[in-house]
């Protein structure tokens, strides 16, 4: 990197450690810090947020992991919709600060009014086990939806933490980003606020480790209504910090000649992204057999991952059945899965520059393949091994945790490090028009469908067999599980010669 005069001042240029860790000079700190602490407050709250509305949903009464599904489906869905159209209808009427401003406040209006009215009223307003077993008696096939209605409150902190992750992170952090970020910076900056932003993980899952063990010694129920008290607060306070960020950016950086430029930015150079609706989504996805082999990629992880989870979350409920310790391991998971996170991005980086796209596209779906079926072939056999397990001092329920720990801490990481990148990377060799149409196509298509396909096929199950519980079904999830990710592998390597091809012909017309 060339020395520049003028108002930016000397440029270094990087090497060693500082070019791989920290490749930002000393007048862009100003920039990159507030915004990585920023998406650090946005990843804390969306694992506290993660972390808690499992604990909360899944141990309450009557309820299980088995209702995450339905409440996927027929929860966030409806209000993500009903939320995203009100955003883009307020978009047309009010500045970007105060669109801004306006769509955390009703995160802070909900979870406030949620931690410190609707919560201490639970027993008041939420219909009583009686209730439920009448009901549950009634309607034996609506076993795992009907205490989504009986504990309403609960499922609607479920939907709006679910709907955190799309506002907060997708929506308004990553558009603030490509507002301010110039092109040329991004290739630098976008890495460190996911590395930084990541430790987020970290510090959440350590907060909510650290607060529900201080309350350890207390009853069930009053330890988990004090440790949700602070849950809430610490939530509230990020929220705050977050819209304290963007005010101090939006004043120090935005009027920095040298940090910003309108022009430049990196939202400014992206074309207007493709709105398509599901069926007009369907046709360009077909249209060419690059984005349905890329559909599948994204369908088949969707999928695959929605399946391990909720089997995976029911073992925690038989192994941790109180809240407050849910919550508690939960938070051990999410310190593990930030720390495998960051080591991945940094290995994952070195894999797609030493062995290029296909070793990087392919680890992902070999990984779930591997750790997916070891996790749902102990489901299913898990009592030819009760003895050993005996031996051990380990019952069956815990070892199903600890294997489906490390799957998804496992997939995850891959997911993060090596999926995303390789998907992104894919749309590059395409057409200008194409890749716009394709990318929102496959979002449309892939996105959606991988979201609730998961949920549909164990619904399926659990209301078409009677009496079935999650466990029960897993025979038939571990088949569609190895079905999906056979299918994910053969987009890999159909893909992978598509894409070479052309990435070729583009380096052919480039000479």
């Known amino acids: 990197m060339s020395k520049t005069s003028g108002s930016a001042g000397q440029m270094v240029e990087f090497t060693g450690f500082r070019k791989i860790f920290w490749p930002v000079q000393s007048f862009e700190v100003k920039k990159v810090l507030p915004m990585a602490f920023m998406m650090f407050c946005v990843l804390f709250n969306y694992t506290i947020l993660r972390d808690a509305k499992d604990g909360l949903v899944v141990t309450a009464p009557g309820s299980g992991a088995e209702t995450i599904s339905f409440l996927k489906l027929y929860g966030t869905l409806p209000f993500a919709i009903i939320l995203m159209t009100v955003y883009s209808k307020l978009a047309t009427i009010f500045s970007k600060p105060k669109l801004f401003y306006t769509m ?5 209006v909900f979870f406030a009014v949620f931690g410190f009215v609707l919560f201490p009223m639970k027993e008041a307003i939420h219909a009583s086990p009686e209730t439920l077993a009448a009901w549950t008696e009634a309607m034996p096939r609506l076993k795992w939806f009907l205490p989504l209605i009986a504990n309403w409150t609960y499922s609607l902190f479920y939907i709006f933490s679910e709907l955190w992750g799309t506002v907060g992170l997708s929506v308004l952090f990553w558009q ?7 092109v040329t910076e991004a290739k630098r900056f976008y890495p460190l606020f996911g590395l930084i932003g990541n430790v987020g993980l970290l510090g959440s899952g350590y907060m ?8 350890s010694h207390l009853p069930a129920a009053e330890r988990w209504d004090i440790s949700l008290k602070w849950i809430i607060l610490a939530l509230l306070v990020c929220f705050v910090v977050i819209m304290l960020i963007y005010r101090w950016v939006r004043t120090n950086v935005m009027t920095d000649v040298r940090l ?6 990196a939202g400014a150079k992206k074309k207007k992204k493709a709105k398509l609706g599901f ?11 690059y984005l349905a082999y890329l559909a599948v990629l994204v369908l088949a992880y969707g999928i695959t991952i929605n399946l391990v989870e909720v089997t995976w979350k029911s073992q925690m409920k038989l192994q941790f059945p109180e809240a407050a310790e849910y919550v508690k391991i939960m938070g051990i998971f999410s310190m593990t899965t930030g720390a495998a996170t960051i080591i991945l991005m940094i290995v994952g980086a070195n894999i797609l520059r030493r062995f290029g796209w296909f070793a990087g596209a392919i680890i992902t779906p070999a990984i779930m393949l591997i750790t997916g079926s070891a996790f749902f072939g102990f489901i299913v056999f898990r009592d030819s091994a009760a003895g050993i397990l005996a031996g051990l001092s380990m019952t069956p329920v815990l070892m199903a945790v600890i294997i489906g720990w490390s799957q998804n801490v496992m997939t995850k990481g891959a997911k993060y490090s090596l999926f995303d990148p390789t998907k992104e990377m894919a749309y590059i060799p395409l057409s200008d028009d194409l890749r716009t149409q394709g990318k929102a196509a496959v979002d449309g298509v892939g996105g959606r469908l991988g979201k609730s396909g998961g949920g549909i096929i164990q619904q399926v199950l659990l209301m078409g067999i009677a009496g079935a519980t999650q466990i029960s079904i897993a025979p038939y999830i571990a088949v569609i599980l190895v079905i999906s990710v056979l299918a994910w592998l053969f987009s890999v390597v159909k893909l992978n010669k598509e894409f070479q091809k052309l990435s070729h012909e583009e380096d052919t017309i480039k000479k």
């Open 208 to 215: 909510l480790y650290a607060v529900t063990n201080a309350y």
């Open 260 to 265: 910003y430029d309108p022009s430049q930015s």
């Open 176 to 182: 603030f980003a490509n507002d301010i970020t110039k």
């Open 279 to 289: 069926v007009e989504s369907l046709k360009v996805v077909f249209s060419s057999k």
């Open 104 to 108: 955390i406040s009703v995160f802070i």
